[in-house]
């Protein structure tokens, strides 16, 4: 069974920077790979995806702050992460599809789709605190 492990996080001011990255336990092509959010209390929040043919997509508070890269066909994709602000400070946790159901087909080019039901695999997490 495929694992993911997160690292990066850690305790930064607002206005920093820090890029989180998530590896794969084994050599397994992933169609999406994507990062989630939780902060206590709230539901868990989309952050941003990456699809096998690199195509990405944010979540609206996170569009110009945050990049997504890597190679859902390799092992690690990074979260590189700007301008972070203490609404920030959550739980990151990566997670992947392998089913195909991410990508959403579009003429004028697909794009990965943010919906956590969609994705079947998680890591556990890593902690990223932003103070003011």
């Known amino acids: 069974r495929v694992r993911l492990m997160e690292s990066g996080g850690g305790s930064v001011q607002a206005g920093g920077w820090l890029t989180l990255s998530c590896e794969k336990s084994e050599f397994q092509g992933m169609y999406c790979m994507a990062w989630f959010r939780q902060i206590p209390g709230k539901e868990r929040e989309a952050v941003a995806a990456i699809d096998v043919e690199g195509h990405t997509r944010y979540a609206e508070p996170v569009k110009g702050r945050f990049t997504i890269s890597g190679d859902t066909k390799k092992n690690t994709v990074h979260l590189n992460m700007t301008n972070l602000k203490p609404d920030d400070t959550a739980v990151y946790v990566c997670?992947?599809?392998?089913?195909?159901?991410?990508?959403?087909?579009?003429?004028?080019?697909?794009?990965?789709?943010?919906?956590?039901?969609?994705?079947?695999?998680w890591g556990q997490g890593t902690q990223v605190t932003v103070s003011s």
């Open positions: 997670a992947a599809d392998i089913s195909g159901r991410c990508v959403l087909i579009l003429p004028q080019g697909n794009s990965p789709k943010l919906d956590a039901d969609l994705y079947g695999y």
